[in-house]
């Protein structure tokens, strides 16, 4: 949980009434796809994988997917699909992939066996590693990148490049989107550097713009795609008619700034959620189906944005399934496309033939746990706090609204169930923790999962001596956040 929002308000914002766009209107793109899917694996109930690459194939026009991991059973399901992969390095094994030996004992494990019969274009070394805000992380996060590409030239993969997604957070100014610029101290000795590792490496900068973090009532519409008078760079005159294009455009416009304006850019996330709480109202599947409806005719139309003109941009909508077993809450675990039998939650516009229907493979499997050299699944969207945006024409940067007071601890995304374990493990034997209510005959025994029970454990040291930021650290396997994770019957102490 951060207090920086991923994405930002409109410059200048609309007065006007708007005229709603019907759903029946949004004319979506068929052909010539630059759009992937997230396929994370937060979830009891999704269908093998062989079974969803099959559907990828067969069904949709979905020719990528991005994985929070380099899970075995999903690189061997998608041999021979000829659907790019890209597979990811959990951030707590960012420090010790600066060793060229440790490099190449991953690459080794879990790129060498797959490929090239399962066509992995990418490797991402971490996961919005700024955000989470870990100083040896970030200090580390470049020549953990330098050496797994030297690794993968070593071992003669070439073809396969190295990148590590970012959160919008780096961003200290995105309106209007020409004065784009990175944060103070990070863009010259963080990001710079970065940037000129993909220059010199032909590798995309990549990048989770979420306008769903950053909207309100006021920029609804200029946020989901639908009709509105859009917003005028005062500094270039272009208008902007989403909220998407102008996060691009101000990520151009920082990359430039740092003399790095060629680099590629990929939306490595974006996505709104179908299923929201009682206090979500703009969370529905009619907005969720404007916005990712809106990002894949945005995209594939190939016009670009304003400031890049004729461009199609990679994108990878967040996500491939809802995930019932993600931590932040309903919203978090209804982003998917499809629910786990295949069914569409909404068609944006990627069934090949508009077929509704479940293919006959679809019994649920929990997934086969990966070798202890697989990082575990990162693959939240950090939820933060929507901000009030500033008045009309005031270029001053958004601040975040005050949070709830009451804080929980809980698992970071990117940590596998083997450090999950040595957590459980080391507060339940302190005596001085109450772990009765995971045990088999507790409230919070169910789900009966490493991860869950972590998550009860975890909060239970932190609320017993203090909420301070080491008692949530856990060697950097923990995060506070300001959203209950009780359910049900099990109640987490506050």
């Known amino acids: 949980m951060g207090m920086m929002i991923r994405s930002t308000k409109p410059f200048l914002i609309p007065s006007l009434s708007i005229i709603l766009l019907l759903l029946n209107t949004i004319p979506l793109a068929t052909s010539q ?17 062989s079974a969803v690459a099959s559907f990828l194939q067969s069904k949709t026009n979905i020719d990528r997917i991005k994985l929070f991991d380099a899970n075995p059973d999903v690189l061997r399901a998608f041999a021979n699909t000829n659907i790019s992969v890209t597979v990811s390095i959990a951030n707590g094994y960012i420090p010790d992939l600066t060793d060229l030996q440790k490099a190449k004992e991953w690459v080794s494990a879990n790129v060498v066996p797959f490929y090239p019969q399962t066509k992995i274009i990418r490797v991402l070394v971490g996961n919005e590693v700024l955000y989470w805000k870990d100083k040896k992380q970030i200090a580390y996060l470049l020549r953990a990148m330098e050496s797994v590409h030297k690794a993968l030239q070593d071992l003669g993969l070439n073809k396969i490049q190295v990148s590590t997604p970012h959160a919008l957070n780096i961003l200290s100014i995105s309106d209007p989107p020409s004065a784009g610029q990175f944060k103070p ?42 009709s509105n008078p859009g917003a005028v760079d005062k500094n270039t005159g272009k208008r902007y008619m989403n909220m998407f294009e102008q996060l691009l455009d101000a990520t151009h416009s920082a990359m430039k700034r740092v003399g790095f304006g060629d680099v590629e850019i990929v939306v490595a996330e974006t996505g709104w959620p179908s299923v929201g709480g009682e206090n979500q109202p703009a969370v529905n599947v009619e907005n969720a189906l404007s916005y990712n409806g809106g990002v894949v005719k945005f995209v594939n139309s190939g016009k670009g944005t304003p400031l890049m003109p004729n461009k199609k941009f990679e994108t990878y ?16 675990q209804n982003f998917g496309l499809f629910k786990a039998d295949f069914t569409p939650v909404y068609d944006v516009g990627i069934l090949k033939t508009g077929d509704q229907s479940a293919p006959p493979s679809t019994t649920p499997v929990t997934p086969s746990p990966t070798p202890a050299v697989t990082p575990a699944p990162v693959d939240s969207p950090t939820p933060v706090t929507p ?37 459980i493990d080391y507060v339940c034997s302190l005596g001085s923790v109450d772990c009765q209510p995971i045990q088999d005959t507790g409230a919070c025994f169910d789900p009966n999962t490493i991860r869950s029970h972590a998550s009860f454990a975890m909060n239970a040291y932190y609320q017993t001596f203090g909420h301070e930021p080491l008692n949530c650290d856990f060697d950097g396997t923990g995060i506070v956040v300001n959203t209950d994770p009780s359910y049900g019957t099990c109640e987490y102490v506050s």
């Not at 992937?36 to 269908?47: H, I």
């Open 33 to 49: 796809y630059t759009i992937g899917v997230n396929y994370g694996m937060v979830a009891d109930n999704l269908p093998p994988p």
């Open 317 to 332: 909508i967040f996500s491939l399934f809802n995930e019932n077993q993600k931590p932040m809450g309903v919203a978090e």
């Open 185 to 226: 101290v990070y863009d010259t000795r963080i990001i710079k550097p970065i940037l000129e590792f993909h220059n010199r490496t032909k590798s995309p900068f990549m990048v989770c713009p979420y306008p769903y973090f950053g909207f309100n009532d006021v920029t609804l519409d200029y946020a989901i795609f639908k």
């Open 387 to 423: 901000v009030t945006p500033a008045p009309v024409d005031s270029p001053t940067p958004t601040t975040p609204a005050p949070v709830d007071s009451k804080q929980w601890c809980v698992p970071a995304g990117d940590v596998s169930d083997e450090f999950l374990q040595h957590n």
